[in-house]
């Protein structure tokens, strides 16, 4: 911010403008009466949004703006993920002219938000990456995204939920049309950390990685996991039936799209093609570095949240 004390002051107050009564009485004039009323640090993420989109106090208001996407470049504030961003991406360079600072963090934080193909990732537990049937590296796209989650872990010392947060949070995108029907494909992460099961949802299921320094879920998404429960095998003791368990072998016509299954050592997924219909192939990752207070690392589990919505 330029001057923290302009944060106090509404647009009207900085510009000497008159309170307005919208006529008609729409929701985004509404909104927009309100915004030019309200102090700079009261503003709510749509009303910027709304304020850049009409180009109204730009000097003022779109280093809040960039302030929010700091935080998180794709936050929604009515619309979508993400319209926050396009709206300052649809401005000028002219619209520009009074933020150059800020414009220049801008560029950063778009750059950052857009997809960039790769053929490893590295994260805190070991390197990401996409191998054929042959052991062979092959592409694929990282973004960054954060999603508007409430994650917290218990603080024993201080008795109370303490916030969870990372600007760590990415979404793996494999497009269907770089793979080969008949061939499977593995996404591994490879690192000197523990794996293990971290948790799972309705077509959803996330492993963990974890070391001295950092805690990593890895999730896919599965949407043949109603599927995969029909077709599970009964596990039976004594004639009572204690739990079900994978049959020798699924009937895949009955999947769609694409199959997902988690390593043996929870590392990873392996996948292959189901039909036509499929686009892409999406995983989550998200990770959370061990820096809070008297928080056990079984604790920092919570990253799962991010990576089986």
């Given amino acids: 911010m330029k001057n923290m004390d302009i944060r106090e002051k509404s ?11 919208p006529e008609p009485d729409t929701y985004v004039l509404r909104t927009a009466a309100r915004a030019l009323r309200l102090p700079l640090k009261d503003l709510s993420a749509e009303e910027i949004r709304l304020l850049v989109s009409q180009k109204t106090g730009l000097e003022y208001v779109l280093p809040c703006a ?11 504030t009515c619309y979508y993920a993400g319209d926050l961003l396009d709206a300052c991406k649809r401005l000028t360079f002219s619209d520009w002219t009074a933020n150059s600072a800020e414009l220049r963090a801008f560029r950063e934080i778009a750059a950052q938000a857009e997809p960039r193909t790769v053929t490893g990732f590295e994260t805190p537990c070991g390197t990401l990456t996409l191998t054929d049937a042959d052991g062979e590296k092959l592409p694929f796209q990282v973004q960054q995204l954060m999603w508007d989650t409430a994650v917290s872990v218990y603080d024993n010392i201080a008795q109370k939920h303490i916030p969870l947060e990372s600007p760590n949070q990415y979404q793996i995108t494999v497009p269907a049309d770089t793979l080969t029907f008949g061939t499977d494909y593995i996404l591994r992460l490879s690192g000197d950390c523990k794996f293990s099961y971290g948790d799972s949802d309705e077509c959803a299921v996330a492993s963990l990685a974890l070391n001295g320094n950092a805690t990593l879920s890895l999730g896919a998404q ?15 003791r004594d004639g009572i039936q204690t739990g079900l368990q994978n049959p020798a072998e699924y009937d895949e016509s009955k999947f769609r799209e694409y199959v997902v299954f988690a390593l043996d050592d929870w590392s990873g997924y392996r996948f292959h093609l189901i039909d036509k219909t499929c686009q892409k192939i999406i995983f989550r990752l998200a990770w959370a570095a061990h820096n809070l207070p008297n ?15």
């Fill in 11 to 21: 647009l009207n107050e900085i510009y000497g403008w008159e309170p307005i009564k």
């Fill in 66 to 76: 960039v302030e929010i996407l700091r935080k998180n470049p794709m936050t929604r």
């Fill in 222 to 236: 599965d949407f043949n996991d109603a599927e995969k429960d029909r077709q599970a095998v009964p596990m039976m």
């Fill in 295 to 309: 928080v056990s690392a079984e604790e920092y589990a919570a990253v799962t949240n991010w990576t089986i919505m």
